[in-house]
């Protein structure tokens, strides 16, 4: 039993999808209500921020998308959210300490364990139709693959063993439902996120994709946006972006 208020009221499992984000599509388009979860074994075409592909290990992974109805003053708190459950997800089921690296993977020993891609479909009124996706690298071993290896990791390549993907998931849904209801119910989610995000403190270069940012990564506003300090000393925000650490001050 999920024990769930919204997310998961209704869970449609697929074998082989082009990407869960166009299945939670199309069921968002007929009439699909929120909280409705869509799970694939295989994605063909799973894809991550800035277009780039997602592989998800087929029998291994995760790969689940999400109706969100969301008001629309409170979307920043929607990947504060997402980010925040799967965080607490890996720290629970996998007995790791992961951390967030802004704004939305989550990373274990400083190698990415899961994704997150927030699509949005359209304005209706004062609520926002919004597709989530979250992907987590459960059970995949990509040790043997070097250019995957150096940058992403999974929970069994961390905590060397198994782990059960419907207690996963079960957690994931259940710490969404949580985190999404205190969302609703008007609660900023800043603090807590502020404290799992490893990239503050830390000495950045950011690609926001038609710009390179480089400074000292601060804080995070209210908008859930990266205060940088550039090397002036002037303060930018920056919304999103492709964060690297600069190891040379
Ligand atoms: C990223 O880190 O760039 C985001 C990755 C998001 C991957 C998930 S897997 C489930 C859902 N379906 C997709 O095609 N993408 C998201």
């Given amino acids: 039993m999920l024990g769930t208020c919204l997310i998961g009221s209704s869970i449609i499992q697929r074998d082989v999808v ?12 007929s009439g699909g209500g929120e909280g409705t979860v869509v799970v694939a074994e295989k994605q063909i075409a ?12 087929e029998g291994q992974d995760l790969a689940l998308s999400i109706i969100l109805y969301p008001q629309t ?9 997402a980010t925040l459950a799967v965080s607490n997800t890996v720290d629970k089921i996998g007995d790791l300490h992961s951390e967030i690296k802004w704004p939305n993977d989550v990373q274990v020993n400083g190698k990415k364990v899961a994704g997150i891609l927030v ?3 359209g304005r209706k009124g004062n609520h926002n139709d919004m597709i989530l996706g979250i992907g987590i690298n ?3 071993d990509t040790s043997s693959n070097p250019e ?14 198994h782990n059960d993907r419907t207690e996963v998931l079960v957690s994931l849904i259940q710490n969404l439902d949580q985190l999404y209801q205190d969302v609703s119910d008007g609660l900023l989610l800043n603090d807590i996120w502020a404290r ?6 830390q000495n950045v270069k950011i690609n926001t994709g038609d710009r390179i940012i480089e400074g ?16 002036n000393g002037i303060e930018t925000t920056v919304a999103s972006g492709d964060v690297t650490l600069k190891l040379d001050k």
């Avoid at 894809?47 to 592989?55: H, M």
């Avoid at 003053?73 to 959210?81: D, G, K, S």
């Fill in 73 to 81: 003053t409170q979307l920043p708190q929607i990947n504060m959210a």
């Fill in 138 to 140: 459960v059970n995949a």
């Fill in 46 to 57: 799973g894809r991550g921020r800035f277009n780039r592909q997602w592989v998800t290990h």
């Fill in 216 to 231: 000292l990564a601060k804080k995070v506003n209210v908008y859930g946006n990266l205060v940088v300090e550039l090397q």
């Fill in 196 to 201: 799992k995000i490893s990239t503050l403190g």
């Fill in 18 to 29: 082009t990407s869960t984000m166009d299945e939670a599509r199309h069921l968002l388009e």
């Fill in 119 to 121: 699509e949005s479909v």
């Fill in 148 to 161: 995957l290896s150096s940058t992403s990791t999974s929970l069994a390549i961390e905590n060397n063993r």
